[in-house]
DNA sequence: CCAGCCAACGAACGATCGTACGCTAAAGGA
DNA sequence: TCCTTTAGCGTACGATCGTTCGTTGGCTGG
């Protein structure tokens, strides 16, 4: 049974990723079970089997974009010491992550922010908690680095916490709707700016 | 012919309202017609009719909040003169709209802008020359203050919008999603803090 | 007053939705 | 070698999707 329940992880995996991609341009809702199954060439039956329900691959796919978000920011700035140091490698990855993303169309955790954050239930309660743990791992390394007195302390931690994710948002919106190829480079000088004075 | 076409519009109103309202929770692509029959006790038929077709209720709903933004943001701004009086104005009715927006929802343009950025279509089209259009109208007004030496110039004024546009998406996040209900203050402040350092 | 117009209805269509069921075939342990 | 497990398939179900049709009833212009 070892050989088959890898092959069965491994199509599960396949199934979660080409969902991700989709959700990404037609959003979550939008998942659905017959064209992820021809996309796949799969039957309907192989693509709900492994999650039970519709329900539960939307769940797969979220967590699954959740993941993708912290490998592509947070995960690589554990390398480097906390405070000014990893709040500067956040903001290049950050800026990196929205210039060539691993979705197709811009960061999926502010779509699914925007989509979702009307319909309670599992996947706003997940997305939730995704977005306040990243918010407090982005606060944390800002008060480290205003206790070192790195960065600015005009403006309170909370208050860099909301200029920097909005930055991070509006750049969103200049990339994937305007076509600004600009705004990656203007989103990362913004974000320093902001830290700095 | 008179009397009937007034009541035709007045049902084309009252549809298109309702699909603004159920739009705004459950998305753009979400609205159907057969729930919106039934949330209006009208028949399929008397909902489609008016609007050709599922595609124009929809381009009819976007449009209809477009101008529910302007109506609440530009619109009353015009009375003060241009410039900072005018910039003045709009950050407080900004963050007056997303504080209790005329959507039950949050920020209805940003929530399509998010859900409509990776498919093309006129839906993309109109919401594209839409925001085109209002980050135009805001970077005037930044321009005007700036040349008159009643803001900052530390930072240009594509600067600015960006900054300004991302604090709104931000408090819209912190207010839909985290349920924060200091954020409109909190957005108010910064956008002020934005222009005047 | 009456003929014509039109907003809205009700019914039906093919397609697709999510889900449930039984089946097949391959793989692993005894 | 045989038995059990299970990944995935094929089919069918009822519900709902968007659209099209003929009909109806109340208004309006003449």
Redesign the interface.
């Known amino acids: 049974m070892r050989r088959s329940a890898e092959a069965a992880q491994l199509t599960r995996e396949r199934i979660v990723a080409t969902g991700v991609t989709k959700a990404?341009?037609?959003?979550l809702?939008?998942l659905t079970i017959g064209t992820l199954a021809e996309a796949l060439g799969m039957s309907k039956a192989g693509i709900v089997g492994p999650f039970g329900s519709r329900a539960g691959l939307q769940f797969a796919v979220l967590t699954k974009a959740a993941d993708m978000f912290i490998a592509a920011v947070v995960a690589p700035s554990m390398e480097v010491e906390s405070g000014l140091p990893r709040l500067r490698v956040m903001i290049d990855l950050w800026c990196g992550y929205l210039d060539s993303s691993p979705f197709?169309?811009?960061c999926f955790i502010?779509?699914a922010?925007?989509?979702?954050?009307?319909?309670p239930g599992e996947l706003?309660s997940f997305?939730?908690a995704t977005?306040?743990r990243w918010?407090a791992f982005l606060r944390e390394q800002i008060v480290i680095a205003q206790e070192a007195g790195d960065i600015t302390t005009t403006?309170d931690a909370?208050?860099l916490v909301?200029?920097l994710?909005?930055?991070?948002?509006?750049?969103n919106?200049?990339i994937?709707?305007?076509g600004d190829a600009t705004?990656p480079a203007?989103?990362r000088?913004?974000m320093l700016?902001a830290i700095t004075?």
Do not use: F, H, K
Request: net charge neutral.
């Open positions: 990404s341009t037609d959003g809702s939008a197709p169309n811009g502010t779509a922010s925007c989509e979702l954050d009307g319909r706003r997305l939730l977005v306040t918010r403006l909370d208050d909301t200029a994710t909005g930055i991070a948002m509006a750049a919106q200049e994937q709707l305007l705004a203007r989103a000088r913004l700016a004075r």
